[in-house]
């Protein structure tokens, strides 16, 4: 991967895509700079998190369960009143609630495209400093346009997917997204307040030498992960010594890293969560996506992920992926279990 050292920002990439596809009406490309200027809006405010009332708990939870932060529900406001407010978009569906929410009008119902996201993932390390992200999916609506989209509009398998990305707030704040064209990464430039390109078409490395697990939770996994993990720690000098143990806690943090340096992310079912705790429509579809396009692969330990039929909006799954040789490694260990 090399660094672009040409500035180009997200508008003028995008409406440079859309030239090379003269049949294309440009609606993935508005709805692109949409999610673009969302979350330049919430990064504003991740900035000054310590500054203003944002931090903790806004005193409710989520669908999932979760006590909900208060910047969680600043972000959800801002990505749906990006959304609701854009022509390129029907509805979306997010974490945050409990069913889609369909954008009811002439233009929305017109709209090609359905988006799924997690407005803040990892938001409880805002209160410490610590990255955090969001992530997102668009897909084509599968309903009659000119109608308003249903609920089979998102409960699609992750193959659907027609983009997804990430934007993570960290010491800089970057934008990943990625087509079946490629991935392409832009860092926010305070000084004109834009995205400007600077990842130009990443690839994940093949192989590499970072894992990604909570250890806190090694003896709920089972024996094939456990065993990898085991394996992890204990390479010898012949093939480059051990792997190094990396987790932030956000997923959004560790996927950006092991795409760009190489590694593998995992996120197992335990004994008391045996089907995994990760959403499949929010976060794991949106990354499987995104890390395939860059050469990688991605599994819940038995299928492929895109592979699998969602059949609830909020279904959770395990999750595995990151280099393809490291995970090629791991699933050898996943089918001796």
Not at 30 to 41: C, F, T, V, Y
Not at 100 to 111: A, G, L, T
Not at 238 to 254: E, L
């Amino acid at each position: 991967m090399s660094i672009n050292r040409r500035v180009s920002t997200l508008d003028e990439f995008t409406i440079q895509q859309l030239r090379n596809f003269p049949n294309a009406t440009g609606e993935l490309s508005n709805l692109l700079r949409d999610i673009g200027l969302a979350a330049k809006r919430v990064n504003v405010e991740v900035n000054k998190a310590g500054l203003v009332d944002i931090l903790g708990d806004a005193g409710s939870t989520n669908v999932q369960g979760e006590d909900v932060k208060k910047l969680d529900v600043f972000a959800n406001n801002q990505f749906m009143g990006v959304l609701r407010h854009g022509i390129s978009c029907a509805g979306i569906a997010s974490e945050e609630f409990d069913d889609i929410i369909v954008f009811n009008d002439e233009i929305s119902n017109h709209s090609k495209y359905v988006c799924v996201f997690d407005p803040l993932d990892g938001s409880g390390n805002i209160d410490v400093n610590v990255s955090i992200g969001t992530i997102f999916g668009v897909y084509r609506r599968v309903t009659e346009k000119g109608k308003p989209c249903g609920i089979e509009d998102f409960l699609q398998q992750g193959t659907k997917l027609v983009a997804a990305g990430y934007v993570i707030y960290g010491s800089s704040t970057m934008m990943v997204y990625a087509t079946r064209r490629g991935t392409n990464g832009f860092t926010l430039d305070p000084s004109i307040g834009e995205f400007t390109l600077s990842h130009p078409d990443i690839r994940c490395p093949e192989d590499g030498k970072i894992y990604s697990v909570n250890h806190g939770n090694f003896f709920q996994y089972d024996e094939g992960v456990k065993k990898y993990i085991d394996t992890c720690q204990k390479k010898n000098k012949t093939n480059g010594g051990p792997y190094t143990q990396r987790y932030i806690g956000s997923m959004v943090s560790d996927m950006h890293r092991n795409l760009l340096k190489g590694g593998i992310f995992m996120y197992p079912g335990t004994t008391d969560k045996p089907k995994g705790k990760l959403r499949l429509l929010y976060e794991c579809n949106p990354f499987a996506f995104i890390i395939e396009v860059c050469g990688g692969k991605a599994t819940n330990g038995k299928q492929r992920i895109l592979d699998i039929a969602p059949g609830a909006l909020h279904e959770r799954t395990a999750f595995f992926g990151g280099s393809k040789l490291m995970m090629e490694e791991l699933e050898g260990f996943l089918l001796k279990g």
